[in-house]
């Protein structure tokens, strides 16, 4: 018979941290979140591309066409500013934070004379 040759190895504990493209690049996410609301929703898009190929055709004027798309990207602009007040709002409530507080010597039923006599 052949010999049999036993190898014993040593198998050491090496802790191997877990890194994320977060941790490596930790601007990314803000940047490419910045980059896509900066952007059109492609409804939006469409929207543009209809309006501006209405224009070209001549079934409106451009200055209608331009009207119209400004006003849809305020409308949207505002809508989506009234919608994150309320969220903040509504995180506000969650943790427990006072709402907003009125100034200070407005609260009702207080009356700034003094009663004399």
Known sequence: ???VVHLHTAHPR??????TPGDR???VRTVTS????ALSSPRKLTLYGVLGGMAVAGAIGWPVAVAVGAATEVITREQ???QRAEQERAERERSGQ???TAPAGAEQGTSSRTATG
Not at 14 to 19: D, M, Q
């Open 25 to 27: 690049f930790p601007g």
């Open 80 to 82: 989506a500013a009234r």
């Open 1 to 3: 018979m052949g010999k």
């Open 14 to 19: 090496v802790p191997i941290p877990y890194v």
């Open 34 to 37: 910045a980059a896509a609301s």
């Open 98 to 100: 006072p709402a907003e």
